[in-house]
């Protein structure tokens, strides 16, 4: 079996106790809803039956939300990851980065749209900033925290070996830091996915985000839950995708983690 993936006992004992919780909270709406009898309460079947019933619609919308996030997270990824060793490793660059970084984290996403609308209009360009704006920070700080955290050690070896700064970086810092790292890429993940969906809601004219809208606005409640449902399914599938790439590019990592 490839190195660093878990064989499919080892993933069903894992995901076992998830599935059944699932199964469970689903069993339960179902069984409120029809309790209940509100028509504002659709029951977990109706809202599967307005998933089918609308997956031409929600189908496109979702790729090309998906579309955006995976534009944002590489731009993200490539941009931050090299920026956060950088501040991590030299210290009056992060003397100067640290109360930037304080001063712009705190800000919601959505609070910087019409900052973004005066400079990229609406369209996708717009959209993507503001996602990549979401994402850089969990990877920014992972990466700064990983260098950060990097045994010294280890650079008493790389000088040792009179390695060069650049060397030092490729060769040292970012493998050392690539563990801590990949898990800020999950948490932008999760996060990107999120904001793109508001985003949407505020700058476009399609995505999922606005099919949500429209769904809201004609109080079709069952295709509004059917789009969520949707998003909460690729949601889980693109962690669930970075997760293996996570286990498959750190293999040496988990090497001694018992499965």
Known sequence: MTAGMASPTVLLRRAGPALVLLAAVLLGW???ARALGNPNVPTFGAVLRALAGNAAVIGPALLQTLRRVLIALALAIVTMVPLGILIGRIRWLGDLADPVIDLLRPLPPPA???LVMLFAGTGDAAKITVIVYTAAFPILIHAIDGI?????????????LRLSRREALWHVDL???LPVV???IRLAVAAALLVAVTAEMLLSSDGIGVYLLRSQETFRIADGLAGIV???AVGWAVNAAFLQLDRRLLHWHYATTAE
């Open 30 to 32: 179902e069984l409120t």
């Open 112 to 114: 910087i749209v019409p």
């Open 148 to 160: 950060r955290g990097t045994h010294p050690l280890l650079h008493t070896v790389s000088r040792s």
């Open 175 to 177: 493998p050392a830091t």
């Open 182 to 184: 990949m898990t800020g």
């Open 230 to 232: 949707a998003i909460a």
